[in-house]
């Protein structure tokens, strides 16, 4: 009958599985011998039966000494085997893998040291296992105990050298597959571990890793996060291998996949991941130009928010997304091939998001974005038309930001959108102005913090970014229109008139104002007042600065049937002091041209001592009161009437017509003023009544 154990005998068996080391050590001098002998023989069936026997009843036994048994057999009958090994491979391998996860300490170590052996001999016929042993090697360089963990990273050793030697046999897909598994894992030991056999691979000649780098780089960038210092220098050396491949081979690199795993970690709240990202989508843009030009929403997404950062801290990033910002800006405007690099922008998706960064909370992201709205108009006006009108009120929006600056660029932007320069015939788009201004009105009459806080910045900007008689023109004609809210129509035309007489940005209109002989100023003198006359002191002031002094006169004469109220008289104080003011030197002078002949100076003389009649005497009775006793005494003289070399006389301006829509006017404020204290009274005495039933 054949011993149970054969082709073992019972005495090597026996000591195959006792408990002292030394005893295992000879039973596995014994089993090499005899499979030395087996094999120059090609015995092939009883070698099988042997490494059978050695798995079943010793590595895969429930006592822990005969599994150590079996593991130093298994490593013996390799050693015996030599390069013949080939044929066993499998066989000999697979029961010490299943100890390499054995409860055991010992067991493993051994494990460790017997598959260490095994490999050793068989060196390249290992590597179709070597998918197999790299899991478990995973697992086992997180073992608890030391010992386990040195024999693992000297095995790892091992197999490292031997699938560099012997690479071309890898199969490379196989292990990627595996190795995307296990990046993901959260042990440090096991992140390095993953790391290092990237790296080695990275390092083989033959091997172009970055055909694979879409399959780690996820996993790559997350190990970023790590406590443990050694895996982010491993991750970012490794990173930067990878980066320097790519520069040198752009095309394997697959970036078009890359880029979206890069938005990704660009937003993570982890500063070294983040600034590894945006640093990697600056170097994309780079090398690949206007092929990012598709994920430029993408794109947007990771690098706004980071030009709020502040700060030593993530200086670094904000300055290489600036980088990035400034590069795609470049692409967009670039005239060679920008028919086609127009058509890779996804201008829909990336106008979304513009819109939505236009509510971030910084005022450099809220900038940034308004430059790319006002760029893209600037580049590609007609693509942009289509999200003129949805861009309306959001930028109407911005106009009330706590930032000069940003409600600045929002005035950049809609100057572009409405700028008449881009219409087909180039002609002033005389309906997109006024939509636009009515716009602003409606703005600034439900809000009168915002006209009193934004309104002369906001109009001077656009006097400056646009035609400024245009501006005050289409104002003009849509303020002339009010006849319900005339008591906003008198606030605006006061804020339009205090801008026009002080701001430099309308040195020019004002000069054109001065000449109303010219046509052209004659039409824009009557379009404005006809919308001043909302306001009697505007309506002076207009005059005034158009030498309309026979005109002036007339009008002071009407104030004595106006209500002179607080605010009127505030406004009259206001006007002394323009008077005194460098605009109107030339009025002043006016005072005492060719003495008692100039009928203008008799005229304006008369106005501004009806002005200084209606004033009481403060501050600003004084001052015109000093200023009129400087001048010749016209006002014991009648001035003359349609005098042929007045302004008036040598326009085309009807200011009968004009005098009497300034009455009409005036009776319509006085009309609605009495009709809300009406409802004043009536609303108190229902408010009473209330009060006295309850």
Known sequence: MEPPFAPLSDSCAKALGDKVYDKRKLAALEIEKTVIELNNKNNVTQIRKLIEVLSREFAMSRDANRRKGGLIGLAATTLALGKDCDKYIREIVHPILNCLADPDVRVRYFACESLYNVAKVARAYIIPLFPEMFTFLTKLVTDPDQMVKEGSELLDRLLKDIVTESSQILNLDGFIHLLREQIYVKNSFARQYVISWISVLNAVPEINMVVYLTEILDGLFLMLEDNMPEIHRMCDTLLTQFLKSIRNDPVSANIDKNINILIVHAQST?????????????EFVQISGSA?????????????????YEGETRKDIKECAIMVNKSLMELVSSKQNKAENIKKLDLSSVMEVLRQYLSHNSVHTKVAVLKWIHHLFNEIHNEMSDHATSLFPVLLGILSDNSDE???????????IVNPTHSKDGAFNKGQYRKFLYSLLNLFSEEKQFLENRGSLIIRQLCVLLNAEHIYRTFAEIIAEETVNVKFASTMVRSLNIILLTSSELFALRNALRDITNKNSASLFKCLYKSWAHCPVSTLSLCLLAQCYEHVSDLVGVFGTLEITLELLNELDKLVQLIESPIFASLRLTLVSKANNCADAQHLAHALFGILMLLPQTEAFILLKNRLQCVPNYW??????????SQESRSEIDFKELFEHFVKVQRMHHTQKMAQRKRSV?????????????
């Open 682 to 694: 009536l609303l108190w005495d229902n408010d009473s009544s209330v009060t006295t039933k309850e």
């Open 292 to 308: 990012m030009l598709p994920f430029t929403s993408g794109i947007f997404t990771a690098i706004l928010p980071c030009l709020s």
């Open 270 to 282: 982890n500063d070294l991941i983040q600034s590894t990202a945006i640093n990697w989508i600056r």
């Open 636 to 645: 014991g003289q009648r001035p003359e009437k349609n005098n042929a070399d």
């Open 406 to 416: 940003v409600v600045l660029q929002g005035l950049v932007v809609l100057a572009e």
